[in-house]
């Protein structure tokens, strides 16, 4: 297997403080990375600031539309001062119920923004001044007064587009919710993209949902943690071509979330995650190496029978 990492699943049926201890299970077993999303529950900088541990951090993605290149920059650069660890960052275009229905912000062209963004992030982080007057990101006279954290640029990429972005200006391309099939042809695919701008290719990281054992409550937060996905474009292609058109169809004429829970097959969650005897999840681990995968980020499933997914995180490591 390649390097296995953990992110945080941040569940929003589960009590938000049980990340923290997720976070810890990560350092003391070891994992490579922790890595920290921001959406509905914490502010991303302010959670890596107050965890305890030493395994390197990466934080976000973070929405192109909703934060600037200096503010992540600045974030980024004030966890590493303040808690003396390694801190990686990373990018997405989002959906648009964060951009336009929390934020209020106009979503820009994703595949600009996300270009852009790298641009400028690359810059600032290497304790460079960025002077960009893009079509979406304009800064200009900025230079990081705190230590520059340098590291990778990781770009969440799922359609066509930004896997194209990712190939020309991500360090890292982070993907989310896909079978190891669809993942082998993303992988080409940033790889291609990267010959075609004469570069190397970025590494390959893949968000895999994990549960050893699952029991019917970590089985009903799986399928609740897909449908919010289903419709959204790159995720939904994503699902269709692992087989799952028909539901995908179904999402996209707008049922209730009851009506679309109740129309998801325990075997979507399987087909894009790692489930069943820790056996089983470290064979699936295989299969996304397998696919071109350098590194497997596993967001455990937290349930009453496996608090903060602890269980299932040290059969793995075992």
Known sequence: MGELSVSLGLWQDRPSIEALDTALAADELGFARLWIGEMATYDAFALAAALPGRIPLVLGPFAVAVRTPVQIAIGAATVAELTGRTVEVAIGSSSPVVV????????????????????????????GRADVDGTVVRTRGYRLRAPAPGGPVTIAAFGPQAVRV????????????????????????????????????????????????????????????????????????????????????FARTGPSPRELLAAVPESLAAAVGAIGTADDVRSRIAEYTAAGV?????????????????????????
């Open 100 to 127: 336009s229905a929390w934020h209020g912000r106009a979503a820009p062209t994703p595949a600009r923004a996300l270009a852009e963004t790298a641009q400028a992030l690359r810059t600032l982080l290497d304790g």
């Open 294 to 318: 350098d590194e497997v980020c596993l967001v455990p499933v937290a349930t009453d029978a496996d608090p903060a997914g602890r269980r299932t995180l040290a059969a793995v490591r075992s």
């Open 166 to 249: 990712a190939g020309r200006y991500a360090d890292r391309m982070v993907l989310n919710l896909l079978p190891p099939a669809v993942a082998a042809r993303l992988v080409a695919g940033v790889r291609d993209a990267a010959a075609d701008a004469g570069r190397e290719p970025p590494r390959v990281a893949a968000w895999v949902t994990a549960a050893v054992d699952p029991d019917a409550e970590a089985m009903a937060r799986l399928a609740r943690g897909v449908v919010g996905s289903l419709g959204v474009p790159g995720y939904g292609e994503a699902f269709a071509e692992a087989g799952f058109g028909d539901l995908v169809r």
